[in-house]
Nanobody
Framework: QAQLKESGGGLVQAGGSLRLSCAASGRIFSSRVMAWFRQAPGKEREFVALIRWNTGRTHYGDSVKGRFTISKVSAEHTVYLQMNTLRPKDTAVYYC???????????????WGQGTQVTVSS
């Protein structure tokens, strides 16, 4: 089973940008999907974006469409989340995850990183 490690979180002002990275190690199957979720205090885990390793097909949550971009570098086993025009409502812990099925439901994901904090100040 793969292990996932996120990095790149931090504090940024509203309107700014951050890029998150998710490095995968261990057994990685090219047919799997990789996703980003986020969770703010007192709220449920929210889908952000997902990408399939072998095709590069992507899908985004409505709240981030047009502002966030998910991408991958297969040779590096790394998935990125470029976040632009950040808003205070984007403040959350961001998690990288992996699944077999094409899904935006967190229950379908069986591998998770430890998370990285993103804080957007107004």
């Amino acid at each position: 089973q793969a292990q996932l490690k996120e990095s790149g979180g931090g504090l940024v002002q509203a309107g700014g940008s951050l890029r998150l990275s998710c490095a995968a190690s261990g057994r990685i199957f090219s047919s799997r999907v990789m996703a980003w979720f986020r969770q703010a205090p007192g709220k449920e885990r929210e889908f952000v974006a997902l990408i399939r390793w072998n095709t590069g097909r992507t899908h985004y949550g409505d709240s981030v469409k047009g502002r966030f971009t998910i991408s991958k570098v297969s040779a590096e086993h790394t998935v990125y989340l470029q976040m632009n025009t950040l808003r205070p409502k984007d403040t959350a812990v961001y998690y990288c995850s992996s699944a077999t099925l094409w899904s935006w439901h967190p229950s379908e994901y069986d591998t998770w990183g430890q998370g990285t904090q993103v804080t957007v100040s107004s």
